[in-house]
């Protein structure tokens, strides 16, 4: 789809639940807070009158599959703005920063299609042509339902089709609690002790997970676009995936996170012999290689 076409696409609307106002218990968070919040705001922006048209996406995936480095790559971009998790089970993740405190992840899980509601519209307010956010395979199944009925929505799925350098990722950056990283230092080159059964496991689950979401997502009848990791970072990606979103290029774009793993994928673990044997034993030579 060309940049024009994806400019017929409809703006931002807000859902007839975002406008609903339900009283709860005294002494309990109103689950439609976010709603009222949303009923509120889009008041606001009314009487402001009209701004640009903006359209919305959401970034979608699994851990470790590139969507961090895509929406960091986005928000490089004058024209977009892309949060993070906002439905981690955790947090509400930002751009810089999280909401932790229960009491707010309690009343979004509560009321997660009127969270995403408002979220769009607190964001309308700023001069961008696409507002977005992260949203995990697997983080809220009610969101997944309601990303499937809005065909306004962009979607971009992203996956990683080296399960060994998916896993291998993920068991670092879970053990040493960094996700991401803008500098290259001594956690660049810090190898991992895990050993095949582990990395068996958790292959197989994310591998699970792609198959079933593929087809699912394939059927969908939204403007969309589907990635693998290693497309963004072929030559022209900035240019497509601009095109995609219905924007202009910027030749500035990139984004500050550096790879927090080595290249090579044997040269991340501790004992890479025996990973080495499995994946050969297996067929999945080639995801031994260098993945760029």
């Known amino acids: 789809m060309s940049a024009a076409q994806a400019g017929d696409l409809a703006p931002v609307r807000l859902s007839n639940r975002a406008a609903s106002v339900t009283a709860d218990?005294?002494?309990?968070?109103?689950?439609n807070r976010f709603a009222i919040g949303a009923a509120s705001l889009l008041t606001d922006l009314l009487k402001r009158g009209p701004g640009p048209q903006q359209r919305r996406f959401v970034i979608m995936g699994l851990?470790?599959?590139?969507?961090t480095y895509l929406m960091t790559l986005l928000n490089a971009h004058p024209q977009v703005y892309c949060s993070g998790e906002q439905f981690n089970p955790h947090a509400i993740v930002e751009v810089n920063g999280k909401d932790n405190a229960l009491d707010a992840v309690w009343a979004r899980d509560a009321d997660p299609v009127g969270f995403m509601d408002t979220f769009f519209v607190r964001h309308a307010v700023h001069d961008v042509q696409q507002v977005g956010f992260k949203f995990m395979?697997?983080?809220?199944?009610?969101?997944?339902q309601r990303l499937a009925e809005d065909t306004d929505l962009s979607l971009i799925y992203v996956h990683r089709e080296s399960?060994?350098?998916?896993?291998?990722?993920?068991?670092?950056?879970?053990k040493t609690k960094r996700w991401a990283q803008s500098q290259a230092d001594e956690h660049v080159a810090r190898k991992i002790d895990a050993r095949p059964r582990q990395?068996?496991?958790h292959w197989h689950e994310y591998a699970t997970f792609d198959h079933l979401f593929a087809p699912w997502f394939a059927g969908l009848a939204h403007h969309k676009l589907q990635l693998e990791y290693r497309e963004?970072?072929?030559p022209g990606f900035v240019a497509r995936i601009c095109d995609f979103l219905g924007i202009?290029?910027?030749?500035?774009?990139?984004s500050p996170l550096?790879?927090?793993?080595?290249?090579?994928?044997?040269?991340?673990?501790?004992?890479p012999e025996k990973i080495e044997r499995y994946f050969r034993d297996l067929g999945f030579g080639h995801w031994l290689e260098d993945e760029l």
């Open 199 to 201: 990395i068996s496991q």
């Open 163 to 174: 399960k060994l350098a998916q896993v291998s990722s993920w068991i670092k950056a879970a």
């Open 63 to 67: 851990p470790r599959s590139g969507t």
């Open 25 to 31: 218990a005294p002494g309990r968070p109103a689950r």
């Open 232 to 234: 963004m970072f072929a």
């Open 258 to 271: 550096v790879k927090q793993s080595s290249n090579s994928i044997l040269d991340r673990f501790e004992n």
């Open 248 to 254: 202009a290029p910027d030749p500035e774009m990139q």
């Open 137 to 144: 395979i697997g983080h809220n199944i009610r969101v997944l």
